[in-house]
């Protein structure tokens, strides 16, 4: 590394959390703040930090303290006042010569699908694919419960306007046709308001305000997934790869009649609540990832291929063109035999990797970000 326009050599240790040097580069200076470090001898000793210096890494430029931290991947760092990922290697070989490339992440292939992906799309059945953002599933699993504390809690709805109620009626209406939304035939002591949230093409999306109900489970939370070390598993050799995204995932999880007076809200004068899994429980998230976990675990893939999963967003990835259809196929038709539907629209047959939602990862770079929706549209 340059520091302060001087080389200095360091070494590569995928361990270390922290660099030391013996000189102090120019311009450089100690400062008071110390931190603990054990070194070969075994003996802790108390080191201090520089003051703020200039690093050359490559091509980039920054002028900072080094804070290089460790990321779930292996010999991968992240550097958040650089914004920027480092690879450590240790070269075996002293006759290497290691060389920096930098690549651009964009690279045009990003929605190439593969040949035979749509003509297997469509041998499918059409009870597959959910035709409507209402048009969900329903997977015969034992309904969902969850603790909370006995006392309720009752907000009231809030005033909208008539655009709004009127943009979020038909969404109301299907939900009701769907079997999602229950009319309450007793009055519920609890109720959270819903309002109207207009998108970009200025139609309206029905967003339920379930904070005070997030406040009052004692339910611990289940885990979901560590994006990076759900991609951990990737190697140079998957080089096929299958985005899934299952459609409304949530409404297809049942939920215990006990529990749905909790999630009641008031439209039009009159009390409703869910029959299924809301969106916007805290809960929802690692609930629905731990039971897709176990219902995928009957599925049988093709040799080489892996199945990569993050709460409702799959990944197939596979060293051909041919095992990464055929494994698509056998997913999408387990998926439905467990009661999901899926998003045609947002299945993608590739042969670049492309991340679990809407961020691609070329094949030479890593994720900065995942992203996850899962609001109705």
């Known amino acids: 590394l340059r520091i302060e326009g001087k080389d200095i050599d360091f070494m590569v240790d995928t361990g270390a959390r922290y660099s030391s040097i013996h000189l102090l580069p120019p311009g450089a200076s100690i400062t008071p703040k110390t931190v603990s470090l054990t070194g070969f001898e075994g003996k802790p000793n108390d080191l201090h930090f520089l003051s703020p210096v200039t690093v050359t890494i490559a091509s980039q430029i920054a002028r900072h303290t080094p804070d290089w931290r460790p990321t779930p ?3 991968l760092l992240y550097s958040s006042s650089l914004d920027a990922y ?3 290697c240790t070269f ?3 006759d290497a010569v290691p060389e920096h490339v930098t690549m651009d992440r964009s690279h045009g292939r990003e929605t190439t ?3 035979g992906a749509q003509s297997m799309l469509d041998s499918l059945p059409p009870s597959v694919w959910s035709s409507s953002p209402t048009d969900v599933g329903f997977c015969n699993i034992e309904p969902v419960t969850f603790s909370f504390n006995p006392e309720p809690v009752y907000q009231k709805q809030y005033p909208t306007s008539p655009a709004g109620e009127e943009g979020i009626s038909e969404t109301i209406d299907s939900l009701l046709e769907a079997g999602v939304l229950i009319p309450l ?3 519920s002591p609890w109720n959270t308001p819903i309002l109207p949230v207009q998108k970009k093409e200025g139609k309206y999306r029905m967003v339920h305000d379930l904070r005070a109900i997030n406040a009052a489970v004692t339910t611990p939370q289940l885990p979901v997934p560590n994006p990076f070390s759900a991609l ?3 190697t140079p050799s998957h080089k096929f790869f299958t985005c899934i995204d299952l459609a409304n995932a949530f409404f297809c999880l ?3 009649p006990t529990v749905a007076p909790v999630f009641a809200f008031t439209w039009k004068g009159r009390q409703y609540s869910y029959s299924r899994l809301p969106q916007g429980f805290e809960l929802s998230p690692g609930i629905f990832n731990a039971i897709l976990k176990s219902l995928l675990t009957g599925l049988v893939l093709q040799d080489g291929v892996l199945l990569v999963q993050y709460v409702d967003d799959l990944l197939l990835a596979a060293p051909t063109e041919s095992t990464c259809l055929e494994a698509t196929k056998s ?3 387990w998926l439905h035999s467990k009661g999901f539907k899926c998003s045609r629209g947002k299945v993608q047959s590739q042969n670049v990797v492309k991340a679990l939602v809407n961020h691609y990862i070329p094949t030479h770079g890593f994720p900065k970000l995942i992203r996850s929706d899962n609001g109705t549209h």
């Open 331 to 333: 997913l999408l038709l």
């Open 232 to 234: 951990g598993d990737l």
């Open 86 to 88: 480092c690879v450590c």
């Open 73 to 75: 991947i292996p010999n």
């Open 254 to 256: 049942p939920l215990s």
């Open 113 to 115: 699908d593969a040949d």
């Open 92 to 94: 075996h070989n002293v």
């Open 185 to 187: 035939s007793e009055p």
